[in-house]
DNA sequence: TTGTATGCGTTATCAT
DNA sequence: ATGATAACGCATACAA
């Protein structure tokens, strides 16, 4: 790769002022068609092309370029998200460039320094299970800044968030509904947001019914599928007759459980996955617009990027109660 | 967010030269300690923050950035893909930005050419389904290029393609040993590349066991998971033995239609998916390294940012047959 | 309508 | 070791 040609090369070939290539380029339109015809050609026998880069640092100018800051962009829910972002920022002209935290503290805050050093127009941040460094003892002009999916201290800041709490109550009172007196919640620590929230969301809807939370089938320490899986394989021989499966691999754990077993109870998880609609019966779901949340995202980090000054807002997005079959009891025979 | 402090601010308010901070901020050795602390106090108290645009935009210097052209970021095998790229630039300091063509010729074309205004370091590409623009026709210099998935005519690019045609004939082979008679393709239209290869796989197979090829059970043109059902379906009532499901959607779509009938043939997939541990059978795929794929991408990317100039390469990934149970046949009762 | 001169924020040259 | 000055590629007052 050779050097670029730039503007000036452009100027000398076409024996004009930079400046009219200038205009040319950013499609003035009170240029002179000879002129113009000599600049094109000029343009296309040198093989010329804007450098961006150096048009971002003039003043008004700027990189058209949006920060993403994920946990994993390999995580279909984090990807589905980015799709969305992307799919606005596309439409209006703008990149985005992505970063996947692994809910890495350090490294989240590495991604944040150095998209603000890039000059980003906005940073989009799904904030990490171990906490970064305080948005509010970040030095110096912060660009617009929107979080996703859990909240963060840092007034500036829009929230948007998903209704995990509603979620996980429907979900429960959908199988209390059913028949389920002793509903079991199967989920990763409690000390992360969304588990929290969705276990509040439980505990109300059991309080609704008059039935008192039992901690002895509240397990809290799912952290994968497998994790899940012995849980609930523990919870099928106790006196427990429904399962709420807080997240995706509680859910995939539960199926694991009812493969191992050959039981199984009746089951929600929150969070849809592809393979809830293959098992038979087929997995109900609290089920989150993700693609909603990044476009909501993305509309609000533009709107601050024009005007910037209304007053910072938290969204909370409803969830669907998706019911495929799974919530229901086997006929008893 | 009000104007950024520039090192000029930074050189005032320390009283030292521009030069001094420039060099304080790059990491330079040889600078009075004093002076040192000086800057060091000028930068906290006015939150400077590097322009990393405007540095780039020096000879010798670069964005430091990739960009990446895939598909569609939400779909899980591009995004397996970009976690790999993007882990790997990370660790040499790059970012990624990603940009979903959906497979429309027209949008890769646009985000190439602004990928390279941006002056992106090199860029990686999944070549779009409806191809772009001939990359051999691009004016101006351009930057290292890799192709993932799919070949392009382009000489001065290196290719990363999976081994697709092994690994169906590995899959077809399988399903033969397991005394299969008359295996069925099932796969979207043999005009996109990938599909092409698998069915020569498929025909490979077939002929070294003497088998003739039976156009009959060979479906193409399942670009759903619903049409491969429907197919599927009739599939089952006619003279079939086993099922080679080319991609992802077709083995989707015979899992459905095994739901939907009751019954099932042996079968193996292209490429794994979330689902197919959780089956009973479990589904056994010929399984791509895409992390590899993209590791391997970035590897390469960064040989041509650094030497640029040894021979362009074509590199072909082994797959890898995993059988998981579904190969087999139901025991005849 | 076109051109000249200046500045954006940074790094590099070269003299001190 | 430090600093004045130029240059990177581009856009824009302002003059012509």
Redesign the interface.
Known sequence: ?????TMNDVAREANVALKTVSRYVNGQTNINPVLAQRIADAI?S?????????A??RPGWT?K?LGLIIS?????Y???L??AI??YA?DQGF??????SDEIGEKHDRFV???????VDGIIVVPPREPGRDWNTL??????VVFIDRPVDFPQADIILADNVGGARSATEELISNGAKKVAFVGDALSIYTMRERYRGYCEALAARGIPVDDGIVVSAAHSSEDAAAAVSQLLDADVDAIFAANNRAS?GA??AF?ETGRRLPMIGFDD???AK???PAVSVVSQDISEMGRKAAEIIFERIAH?ETPRRTYVLPTTLVLRGSEIPDPVL
Chains 1, 2 share one sequence.
């Open positions: 790769m050779s050097d670029s040609p296309a040198l093989g010329y092309r804007r450098n961006l880069a150096a971002s640092i990189s370029t994993d962009i390999s995580n279909p984090y990807s589905t980015s799709k992307e799919t596309a990149f985005v460039i992505s970063a996947s320094e150095r998209l603000m050093e890039q000059r030095p110096g002009p912060i660009p617009p995939v199926l694991l493969r996955f592809e393979a293959l098992g038979e910037a």
